[in-house]
């Protein structure tokens, strides 16, 4: 997996238009909004120098997205109009009724 450093995440977090929820004390919290409505949220640890794969995993997680998928988010090679077709998706797929039987 890649390695990132916090810098890189929250940059990346903010040109997609993640703000700092500063209501939250401890980590930094990034919360995304879209027509107000809240998107996506996650935290990050300043306190070290690199993120770990576990770490990222649950991040991504935070915001609907697989790990290889933030790490492209953070990059900029995944767009955030990807990313919130990707959520409407999952959001889709988990609201499927199924049939009774």
């Known amino acids: ?16 238009g993640f ?8 980590h930094r919290h990034y919360v995304l909004w879209v027509n ?3 998107e996506g949220a996650t935290s990050l640890s300043h306190n070290s120098p690199e993120i770990s794969d576990d770490l ?3 991040m991504a997680g935070e915001i609907g997205l697989t790990a290889i998928q933030f790490v492209e988010f953070v ?26 039987g």
């Open 36 to 38: 107000g409505k809240k």
């Open 75 to 100: 990059k900029c090679t995944l767009v955030i109009e990807e990313y919130l077709r990707i959520r409407q998706s999952e959001l889709e797929s988990s609201l499927r009724i199924l049939p009774r």
């Open 19 to 26: 703000i700092i929820d500063s209501k939250k004390k401890g």
């Open 1 to 16: 997996m890649v390695v990132l450093k916090p810098k890189e995440v929250e940059a990346g977090l903010k040109r997609k």
């Open 56 to 58: 990222l995993s649950w």
